[in-house]
Nanobody, 122 residues
Framework: QVQLVESGGGLVQAGGSLRLSCVAS????????MAWFRQAPGKEREFVAR?????SYRGSVIDRFTISRDNAKNTLYLQMNSLSPEDTAIYYC??????????????????WGQGTQVTVSS
């Protein structure tokens, strides 16, 4: 079992920036595909970015968000710039299931953090 703890969320104005962190324990972090998902009120949880065999982003965050990781610290990051109200959501850190190299579906991830709230005001 891997435990994931997110932090760094908060309230920012449109155009601002936030840096989310996710600290992992219980699994070999360097061998684990990690991702960020988000869920806005009344909507389904959606893929945001992945760090593993490759890096991948959903189209709406390309050039604004950057996913990175520090394997020595077992920590995953999401740098979010040029935020807009459409980015408002609870952001979740997730660890992928073994056997899939390019997971995008939430069903491809087996461990989840509790989430951190990101609110962007207009």
């Amino acid at each position: 079992q891997v435990q994931l703890v997110e932090s760094g969320g908060g309230l920012v104005q449109a155009g601002g920036s936030l840096r989310l962190s996710c600290v992992a324990s219980g699994r070999t972090f360097s061998k684990t595909i990690m991702a960020w998902f988000r869920q806005a009120p009344g909507k389904e949880r959606e893929f945001v970015a992945r760090s593993g065999v490759d890096t991948s982003y959903r189209g709406s965050v390309i050039d604004r968000f950057t996913i990175s990781r520090d394997n020595a610290k077992n920590t995953l990051y999401l740098q979010m710039n040029s935020l807009s109200p459409e980015d408002t959501a609870i952001y979740y850190c997730a660890a992928g299931r073994p056997g899939k190299l390019y997971p995008v579906s939430l069903l491809d991830y087996q461990d989840w953090g509790q989430g951190t709230q990101v609110t962007v005001s207009s």
